[in-house]
């Protein structure tokens, strides 16, 4: 249900899981900035490993809830509880209690995307014998924290990989597309996105305004997908910054 006046009207409500005969619960929700919304829960329509778990999935709207595309699958096995969704700009990252070990002690797994969840990262543990996590993200940052042994754990990371997802190719042959890095301008990281429809030795090059080399940030050959680039600028002086990519 979605409410544009601080909650005094509500829409009408929507249902977003599958209609079947499988239970789904535990809703997570977050919201960007520019109006995306994202709606995680438990499934057990694609199983349980011991009936407390399922598959985590994912819908998004981009349109503030109007309208919502297809489920994802967020996690690999169906082990998963208790999930956490956070968003900064393009980032998405979601931690959630898994079970494939068993009910207790269970442990923490993460996966993240820089692309308003079109592609993800592969799955990354946190902690083990974990339990009820929570995530939070500003800018480039992610943070999460879980219980453990009596003990409130923290961890906080940066998606800053390289992450190659074969997508299906346009069906042109030779093409190379390098979207605009987001966020620009940027204090610490900034994120790339090229796609090619056909294997290519591919070179990317980041340059100063004087025409010296900084920082090579891809030199090799890429079969077609999608490929997201980081460029950590902590360390980089202030000013403006240059890239130059080659394929062959």
């Not at 509500?10 to 995306?36: C, F, H, K, R």
């Not at 297809?70 to 096995?77: F, P, T």
């Amino acid at each position: 249900m979605v409410s544009s006046n601080h909650g005094t009207t509500w829409s009408s409500e929507l249902v977003l899981s599958t209609i079947d005969s499988y239970p789904a619960w535990e809703p997570q929700m977050a919201v960007d900035d520019i109006g995306n919304v994202y709606d995680c829960w438990q499934d057990a329509k694609y199983g349980s490993s011991n009936g407390y778990s399922g598959k985590l999935l994912l819908r998004k709207s981009a349109d503030n809830g109007q309208t919502w595309q297809a489920e994802q699958r967020i996690s690999a096995l169906r082990s998963a509880a208790r999930s956490s969704i956070a968003t900064a700009g393009a980032d998405i990252h979601i931690v959630w209690e898994d079970q494939r070990f068993g009910w207790w002690p269970a442990c923490i797994y993460y996966r993240g995307s820089v692309d308003y969840g079109l592609t993800w990262c592969d799955e990354v543990a946190l902690g083990d014998t974990s339990g009820n996590p929570v995530v939070a993200a500003s800018d480039s940052t992610v943070y999460a924290a879980w219980s453990s042994h009596g003990m409130i754990m923290f961890q906080r990371g940066r998606l800053q990989h390289v992450t190659a997802t074969r997508e299906r190719a346009t069906g042109l042959p030779g093409i190379l597309l390098l979207n605009a890095n987001y966020p620009n301008p940027f204090n610490q990281i900034t994120n790339l996105r090229i796609s090619v429809t056909a294997m290519e030795h591919v070179r990317i090059r980041l340059y100063d305004v004087l025409g010296q080399e900084v920082e090579v940030l891809c030199d090799g050959v890429l079969t077609p997908g999608t490929y997201h680039i980081s460029i950590e600028g902590s360390n980089l002086p202030s000013g403006v910054y240059m890239l130059r990519v080659e394929s062959r």
